[in-house]
């Protein structure tokens, strides 16, 4: 189901003035229930309550686009080893560990960041740059 931008930007507004991050979200129909999962980060790692108050502040938003009834909320974290799924999560997750699948090999390093469409990765004092579009699969560690 495509997500109203306006919408998407409220709530990467609201995130923001709360230090988190949002990596993923998604909202799906079934039989007149609307399921909204969104997975959410935070430098130095994301507690219950940063969760709770997400919950409490995005919730109103999202029953507002979607009406109140029949709305289910999942708010989560990313998990220890989540795969990247999109080109943004270079950036949010810059600073972790990761595993990336280039031709047949994985390569772990630590993730600095993403310029254009190179993702950089250091090694020790030594910094690499892989273009996203030879990146096979990436998940953190």
């Known amino acids: 189901m495509d997500i109203n931008p306006e919408l998407q930007d409220d709530l990467l507004l609201s995130l923001k003035g709360m230090g988190l991050s949002l990596v993923e979200l998604s909202v799906s129909r079934h039989r007149g229930n609307v399921q909204a999962s969104i997975v959410l980060y935070k430098d130095g790692g994301i507690s219950l309550d940063d969760l709770s108050a997400a919950q409490k502040t995005l919730r109103p938003r999202l029953e507002l686009e979607y009406g109140r009834e029949n709305l289910s909320l999942e708010i989560s974290s990313p998990g220890i080893s989540r795969k990247i799924k999109s080109i943004n999560e270079y950036n949010i997750f810059k600073g972790r560990n990761i595993r990336l699948l280039i031709d047949e090999e994985w390569i772990d390093g630590r993730l600095a960041g ?22 096979r699969k990436a998940q953190l560690q």
Request: aromatic share 10%; proline share 0%; no cysteine.
């Open 114 to 135: 993403l310029e254009g469409q190179d993702v950089l990765v250091n090694f020790g004092d030594k910094q690499e740059r892989f273009s996203v579009n030879d990146i």
